[in-house]
Every structure is written in C-alpha cells, then in structure tokens.
C-alpha cells in the first residue's frame, strides 16, 4: 500500500459533475474549459460544520484533450481555500488525478472513472486530516454547457458511511464579446 498523503489544510479536495440532459451538453473534457463562479458548502474536516462559500474555478483543457486542469479559490466566514485538480484521462473510461489543496506540498493521487459528462474519483491511499486518516473521493458533473457541480466525501477507515465535506454548483461566466 502507498503512503497516505498529509493534508495539513481544509478537506477541499473534490470535484463532481452530473448530466441533466446529455444530447443538450458538450462532453466533460470540452464542456469545462474556461472561467466559472459557485456557491455551495465546504466543510473543512470530517467533524467541522459546513459553511457556505463562494468560489471562482479556471479549467483548462490541455494535450490534445486528454487532461485538465481545475483551479480554485473558494471564500468561507472561516477564511479562504485554494485547491488544483490535474485529471489525467487514459482512454475512455479511465481517470488519474493529483489534488493539491492550500499550497501545500503534498499531493493526494485519486483513480477512477469518467464517463462523457462526468467523473467519479477515489484516492489511491488513506489522507491524513487533523491527525486521522480518511479515504476521500470526489465527484465532477457537467449539468448542462453553463453548469457543473463538485461534489466530495470523507469517509473515516473504522466508520460504515461518508460525510460529504463539499457540494458546489458552478456557472459560467459569459466571456465578453
């Protein structure tokens, strides 16, 4: 088994994206490229409240479509948070992702699967989170070509059921003409 990551920071690791109607929605890789504002709730540990923040995400699309890359910075009454996710696609249902959250030196690895209009992540070890460890997965949706949703869960190594520690949905930002 690999070494659990250390996270020192807030649980603000994942990303989700469901369809609500695929014909009407460009695919995930394509459909995220470009500038987009959320609000949703982010809880900055298994046991912490969840609060209500406001973020702002960059995604870019790069090497010939087979990754992306997610940048955001999210605001809580509790601070600010940062994350960026660089998702990795290996054909057509295959995902590798490196999540770095606040800065910080570590990076949690996350595997799994991805469909035309979304991905479903898990980290490949335990994370380290204010001194326990958690397995955490993440989920990204494209809802339709000006909304997304990332949705993420800790879920402690001795208990039966996770807690979702971010659930955001994000617009597009019109770009201007």
Known sequence: MLAPARWTGAAMLGLGVMVSDPADSATLREGLDGTWTGQGA????????????????????????????????????AGRRAFTLRALF???????????ANG???????????????MELSATSPILLD???YQSRLRIDLLDDTRFRILHWLQP???????????IEFHRIAEAP
């Open 42 to 77: 982010i809880a900055a540990g298994y046991e912490t409240t969840a609060r209500t923040a406001r973020c702002r995400v960059e995604v870019r699309q790069e090497d010939a479509a087979n990754s992306l890359e997610i940048h955001a910075t999210c605001a809580t009454t």
């Open 157 to 167: 190594e001795s208990a039966d059921s996770a807690r979702q520690t971010l659930a």
């Open 90 to 100: 290996d054909g057509d249902t295959q995902v590798r992702a490196a999540v770095r």
């Open 131 to 133: 001194g326990a460890y």
């Open 104 to 118: 910080t030196a570590e990076t949690t690895q996350y595997a799994g699967t991805g469909t035309e209009t979304g």
